[in-house]
């Protein structure tokens, strides 16, 4: 039964009923976490023999002979850039390994952009009036939160089922004050869409008005797969080498959901230009990143390959999790029309859209039921869903048993939010 179908008498004796249910979920006292894409403890355990891999001094040398333990290579051991070259699919010479965050990396880049000029004759960004940025939206909220720190006007850009509304994006970067757009283009964060052949490719093609326009290229998720049939990305430095366009993008990847989120590897890739004016930042910044930490990434994995045959591992823990919170949706609100979602083939969370206007009454009621969802409208830029719609699903870091019972409880805060809504219109 939809609940749209419903007349007055029959949401009144749904609400009543939804209102029984929901009073008994309170009284178990639950106290249970989907806020944001965690690594559950399981995840975690995979990785605990790369911390007893340095045993001795000749263990801390790199292939050139390097000791990990001192000063300098800024950047970054040469294995490492190896590996993560392979991750990103570039040339190592175009690889800086930074710390374990790559959000640093992107904040510093932008950081960089704003103070130093990033193409001969063109001004820092931060004497650029009005500049703005584009947000493909649902998005990944901490990207938002990056350039509304520096004061950029933060366009939305609609998802498409193939990626970015690349109409819009054509249309905007006309304009040279738009310097630059977030991507997360595999299983995009939240809503696990993976960029089209020609998505990319238009991306490659394009001719920004700016000369200093950079496409925020941040592939979290490229190696996240949750199926044997994964999604692929076509590669955009390969496509943007034939367009002449290689100074267009900058991308970032990390190892903080492959082994330890505080302790990972991050990295980013760019053409010689970039790097040029991104290195004169850091060299001042740091003498050079953790660099025994790479070496143990390296001898952990050995090669990319190793890395992927990781992935294997944390897949065969994520399907089941993500399995059942589609099932748990298909039952509890599909019926009753009162819900759309994705199913993802990877990334790290599953994006859904209540009844519009009820978005944050549902992550409020779930609160006060003992569940953390993350707040409404974080996957828009200033937090403003036009629709409050959208809620962004974290199912990793639960056990299946805490995972089981929170989406149940999700199930009957979005039921109720929406008998509410009917009932006052």
């Given at each position: ?72 290579v800024l950047d970054g051991i040469p294995e490492c850039k190896r590996i ?229 591992k944390h897949k065969k823990i994520l399907q089941p999790r993500f399995e059942l919170v589609c099932d748990k949706l298909e039952k509890g609100l599909v ?91």
């Amino acid at each position: 039964m939809r609940y749209s179908e419903l007349n007055k008498i029959q949401l009144v004796e749904e609400h009543h009923k939804l209102i029984k249910e929901y009073r008994e979920i309170q009284h178990m006292g639950l106290s249970l976490n989907m806020a944001r894409g965690v690594p559950g403890k399981d995840q975690l355990t995979l990785s605990l023999p790369m911390l007893d891999i340095i045993h001795s001094d000749s263990d801390c040398r790199t292939i050139d002979g390097s000791d990990c333990r001192n000063y300098g290579v800024l950047d970054g051991i040469p294995e490492c850039k190896r590996i993560m070259a392979d991750m990103i699919g570039v040339n190592p010479t175009m690889v800086m390994v930074g710390g374990n965050s790559s959000l640093n990396m992107m904040f510093d880049t932008i950081s960089c952009f704003m103070n130093k000029p990033l193409v001969e004759g063109c001004e820092p960004w931060n004497r650029v009036e009005d500049r703005k940025f584009l947000c493909p939206a649902p998005g990944y909220d901490r990207h938002f939160g990056i350039t509304e720190y520096f004061g950029f006007e933060e366009i939305v850009i609609p998802m498409n089922e193939d990626g970015p509304d690349m109409d819009m994006i054509e249309e905007y970067i006309k304009d040279p004050s738009v310097k630059g757009i977030w991507c997360v283009p595999k299983y995009s964060n939240p809503q696990g869409v993976t960029y089209s052949d020609e998505v990319v490719r238009r991306f490659a093609r394009l001719k920004p008005a700016a000369k200093d326009f950079r496409i925020m290229w941040d592939n979290a998720y490229c190696i996240h797969d949750l199926t044997d049939e994964p999604d692929e990305l076509l590669n955009i430095f390969e496509e943007c080498e034939k367009t002449g366009n290689i100074d267009l993008p900058i991308a970032f990847c990390s190892t903080s959901k492959i082994t330890f989120p505080g302790s990972g590897v991050a990295a980013m890739a760019a053409s010689p230009n970039n790097m040029k004016v991104i290195k004169n930042k850091y060299r001042y910044q740091t003498i050079g990143y953790d660099k025994i930490n790479m070496l143990r990434h390296v001898r952990f994995f050995k090669d990319f390959d190793g890395m992927k045959a990781h992935m294997q591992k944390h897949k065969k823990i994520l399907q089941p999790r993500f399995e059942l919170v589609c099932d748990k949706l298909e039952k509890g609100l599909v019926p009753y029309g009162l819900v759309t979602y994705q199913k993802p083939k990877g990334g790290y969370f599953v994006c859904v859209d209540v009844m519009d206007g009820t978005a944050k009454r549902v992550v409020a009621l779930c609160k006060q039921a003992g569940v953390v969802l993350t707040d409404a409208g974080a996957t828009y830029p200033y937090k403003n869903d036009p629709h409050d719609s959208n809620i962004r699903i974290a199912p990793t870091f639960p056990s299946m048993k805490d995972l089981d019972a929170a989406l149940d409880v999700f199930c009957t805060c979005a039921k109720l939010a929406a008998v509410e809504k009917l009932l006052a219109e």
